[in-house]
Nanobody, 118 residues
Framework: QVQLVGSGGGLVQPGGSLRLLCAASGFTFSTYFMTWVRQAPGKGLEWVSDINNGSITHYADSVKGRFTISRDNAKNTLYLQMNSLKPDDTAMYYC????????????RGQGTQVTVSS
């Protein structure tokens, strides 16, 4: 079955960096778009970024220029490099199979918590 296991979250000060990872299994990772979404406390799910099966990427305006999505198809792993973090980036981050248009109806990982606070 499809498994998406996120890791790399933690507590970081404003302006700091974190790198999230998502280990995928149970499907042919290299053939799918992949997406990162997040859910801040008390809010709904927000799409953050997606990447096609190669290196074409898209970002939400709120993270453009600060976050970088990437993937290693040989390792079945998705990444999200987050720089210049802000308190508004505090959320549970999930990786999901699919693009910005299709992730909502696709499997999603268990999430990794990112807290940005001084």
């Amino acid at each position: 079955q499809v498994q998406l296991v996120g890791s790399g979250g933690g507590l970081v000060q404003p302006g700091g960096s974190l790198r999230l990872l998502c280990a995928a299994s149970g499907f042919t990772f290299s053939t799918y778009f992949m997406t990162w979404v997040r859910q801040a406390p008390g809010k709904g799910l927000e799409w953050v970024s997606d990447i096609n099966n190669g290196s074409i990427t898209h970002y939400a305006d709120s993270v453009k220029g600060r976050f970088t999505i990437s993937r290693d198809n040989a390792k079945n792993t998705l990444y999200l490099q987050m720089n210049s973090l802000k308190p508004d980036d505090t959320a549970m981050y999930y990786c999901a199979r699919g693009s910005a248009l299709t992730w909502i109806s696709n499997p999603r990982g268990q999430g990794t918590q990112v807290t940005v606070s001084s």
